[in-house]
């Protein structure tokens, strides 16, 4: 996998995703040994550092001393995708901005403000699981599992019986050139029964024609049409990747997701952040007399 490095510093500004407000996102190239780092205010916190959940339709990063940043994950997958593992995130508003539902907009932005990290200069140490290891919500009958491999794969089930998206699966094998082509387009989605009830919850509210698909009972609304005819599955494949960003490293696993979401990727990103950190500090052998 090719990384790169930040030339200048990149700005995204739009609505957020859930809350409708403004939003700012200011990424700046990263410190040497200093890796990712997420903060507000010109304070700035390594990623790896910070606590997270994916319990509220989206991922949020809790910051040292109470803040957060709400819906990373398109932004995270972009970075992940282009292999930019040095990197400043400041962060304006509630969320990072929507823009178009998907991570288009920003690999294309980071893209062309990146280069190739050049022979001899740092690299990212990536993180090879070593044993299989599993997470599940049996209450959905949702599992996601990663089992070692040499680099990284991700594979997806989602099932919604009675709507035009059915069942759908998809791989996915990181490389250079797979992540624009095959997963960045692909926008977030919604099902139009639950539309209502999201927004009674307060989000949803920066959602468009523009950012998003809908989904009805027999028909799907999206601008220009679907992408891609399993535009959804893949769309899932690129919020586990933006979620796995969250280990502040390349991960060498292979990942098999059933019918999940943003809470197992959660789950999943800190029992490998529990693994990578006893691998850092093995547990002290004791001497019994």
């Known amino acids: 996998m ?22 700012r996102a200011t990424l700046s190239p990263g410190r040497s040994g200093e890796g990712v780092t997420v903060g507000r205010g010109g304070e700035a916190f390594p990623l790896a550092g910070c606590t997270f959940s994916g319990t509220g339709r989206g991922t949020e990063v809790f910051l040292p001393g109470g803040q957060s940043v709400k819906t990373p994950e ?51 140490e990536p993180f090879a699981l070593s044993t299989p290891i599993a997470v599940e919500d049996s209450a959905r009958n949702a599992l996601v599992f990663a089992f070692p491999s040499g680099e990284l794969s991700l594979s997806y089930v989602i099932t919604y019986e009675g709507t035009p998206i059915g069942t759908q699966a998809a791989d996915f094998r990181l490389s250079p050139g797979s992540f624009g082509a095959f ?56 919020d586990l990747l933006g979620d796995l960003y969250l280990l502040g490293c390349p991960l060498r696993a292979r990942v098999v997701a059933l019918r999940a979401g943003h809470a197992l ?19 002290k052998e004791t001497n019994h007399v």
């Not at 930040?6 to 409708?20: A, P, Q």
């Not at 959804?232 to 494949?237: A, G, L, M, S």
């Open 183 to 238: 997963l960045a387009p692909s926008r977030t989605f919604a099902l139009a029964s639950e539309v209502q009830s999201l927004l009674d919850r307060g989000l949803a509210k920066g959602g468009s024609p523009e950012n998003a698909v809908v989904v009805g009972e027999t028909s799907v609304s999206a601008a220009g049409g679907l992408r891609f005819p399993d535009e959804f599955v893949r769309h899932k494949i690129l």
């Open 2 to 23: 090719e990384y790169r490095l930040l030339t200048r510093e990149i700005v995204f500004s739009g609505k957020g995703l859930h809350t409708g407000e403004d939003c």
């Open 74 to 124: 398109h932004l995270f997958a972009a970075l992940y995708g282009l292999g930019i593992w040095s990197v400043r995130i400041s962060a304006e508003g509630p969320e990072v901005p929507a823009l178009d539902g998907c991570s288009a907009a920003f690999a294309e932005a980071l893209l062309a403000g990146s280069r190739p990290v050049a022979e001899g200069e740092e690299q990212p």
């Open 265 to 283: 990727h959660c789950r999943l990103a800190e029992n490998l952040l529990f693994l990578s950190c006893s691998r850092h500090f093995p547990k």
